[in-house]
């Protein structure tokens, strides 16, 4: 028997995350490396709306540029979509309007945040009422951002980063984003991170195998304390990044110079995140950013995950 269908369109948004700690693990024999991340999403929204359609479709808006983004059956949105139809099985098909602001390449899962919204609003739209955990287990066949952008909030993810755990985050973070106006591939990255552990065996320690979120950051969440988590923000990956684009690092130290308490390369990159005392902090660091021509963004940590809205 058929889903009943139960509107004409559906909403739904997810948001970017920031990796306040990034720890990558020695390079396995298919190629990946598992990690240990501590994720937190933040006010930085990708929203889908979906409508009927016979075939599967997506097109995008927003003011974020999105000319390199796919938009044949490789999006990762129509693949989420096609995965949720075959799963419950569903006949027909969906088109997509993605709004986004999230950096493309930049990384803080956009392109998992759109997967997570369409699987919810595909949901909705198809009437296919899919369970939590099965929703979940879509998301970790799509990417290892995907379940995080489902759940939200604060948590460590291991594995590939889509084994999720909730980690408890007091209060709000102010954090001050400045996007780049290219990408940076995360296959790349790792690779370059590759290379630089090999180029440097003898003066680095060898990378764990199966690597862990310290136990300080966990506290400095737990507490709350921006400052206390300024001083453990970690990510194996920025160095590679910093490699691979080094004009990042003049921006890396003027936010640090304007006030920032701690600055990191967010994920693979190139979007970088400043962690600010406060809201009023992360306006004076966001003036010194502008002034310098750098775009600059204000948003808080942690929200909610993927969820349905009422338009």
Request: glycine fraction near 10%; proline fraction near 5%; charge should be negative.
């Amino acid at each position: 028997m058929a889903p009943e269908v139960v509107r004409e369109v559906a909403h739904a948004r997810a948001p970017g995350k920031i990796n306040v700690s990034l720890q990558v693990g020695s390079v396995m024999d298919d190629g990946y490396h598992d990690v240990a991340i501590a994720y937190q999403a933040v006010s930085l929204y990708e929203d889908v709306r979906a409508w009927h359609a016979d075939d599967f479709s997506v097109t995008f808006t927003g003011s974020v540029d999105t000319d390199m983004v796919p938009v044949d059956a490789t999006n990762l949105a129509i693949k989420a979509a096609r995965l949720l139809a075959r799963h419950a099985k569903y006949r027909g098909g969906v088109r997509l309007e993605v709004e986004k602001h999230v950096p493309v390449a930049g990384g803080m899962g956009g392109g998992s945040a759109d997967a997570a919204a369409t699987l919810i609003a595909c949901d909705a739209l198809w009437g296919t009422n899919v369970s939590r955990d099965d929703m979940l287990e879509l998301a970790r066949q799509l990417g290892a951002d995907v379940p995080f952008a489902l759940t939200g909030g604060t948590a460590i993810g291991t594995g590939r980063g889509d084994q999720l755990s909730p980690a408890l985050a007091k209060g709000s973070f102010d954090w001050v984003l400045v996007p780049s106006e290219f990408g940076l591939s995360t296959p790349a990255v790792y690779a370059e991170l590759d290379v630089h552990r090999a180029k440097h065996v003898r003066d680095i320690a060898p990378a764990p195998v199966a690597p862990e979120v310290s136990t300080e950051v966990l506290h400095a969440l737990r507490a709350g304390n921006p400052a206390m988590l300024a001083e453990v923000m970690t990510n194996d990956l920025q160095v590679a990044a910093l490699h691979l684009e080094p004009s990042l690092i003049n921006i890396l130290e003027l936010g640090e110079e304007s006030g920032a308490l701690a600055g990191i390369v967010s994920g693979s990159g190139p979007t970088l995140a400043f962690l600010a005392s406060d809201a009023e902090s992360a306006s004076n660091l966001i003036d010194a950013l502008t002034l310098a021509g750098h775009e600059a963004i204000h948003v808080t940590g942690p929200v909610h995950g993927a969820r349905l809205l009422n338009d």
